[in-house]
């Protein structure tokens, strides 16, 4: 970080690149294409990239537009509309919360539910995959770190041998 203007940046180590965050956004993108390519194959060819975010989030549970939005890192009106794009596909319900008709909730219908339950066997073949590849003791090894909080402000996460579903 510079502190004047007229003070030269430092340069990063030749040793930390390629960066952990640029290795990560990797894996992530081979991760969403081939779970794309399995939602394709299994007549989900409709879902969009930000559909597949936002189905992620939600898991099995109702969720505000607003909540979604703070966790994508997108505005309220984006979810609604990506929201509005599976709602045309059968896959999730818009409705108001009991308690604030105000709030819009969304949830997954039945055919949504349907689809989630396929792609996380999905997710869970190409995890096998990987194991192959990688080796067991380095997938679940991969898991357990990337399972643990990097900072204070972090709520705590499932351990990742309980086999949660937070895909």
């Known amino acids: 970080m510079r502190l004047r203007p007229d003070e030269p940046a430092a340069q990063p180590q030749a040793s930390m690149r390629p960066y952990l965050r640029t290795l990560l956004m990797r894996r992530t993108d081979w991760m969403e294409s081939r779970v794309l390519e399995a939602a394709s194959r299994n007549g989900y060819g409709a879902i969009t ?13 109702a969720m505000s537009l607003s909540d979604l939005a703070r966790q994508l890192g997108v505005s309220r009106q984006a979810v609604h509309q990506i929201a509005g794009q599976a709602q045309t596909l059968g896959l999730v319900e818009l409705f108001a919360n009991a308690q604030d008709a105000r709030v819009k909730l969304v949830r997954f219908t039945s055919a949504g539910r349907a689809m989630s339950n396929g792609a996380a066997l999905e997710l869970e073949a190409i995890e096998r995959s990987l194991a192959e590849r990688l080796g067991e003791r380095d997938l679940k090894t991969l898991k357990r770190i990337l399972s643990r909080a990097w900072s204070d402000d972090e709520p705590p996460r499932s351990n990742p041998q309980q086999g949660s579903r937070d895909g």
């Open 49 to 61: 990239p930000a559909m597949n975010r936002l189905f992620g989030h939600m898991r099995s549970r």
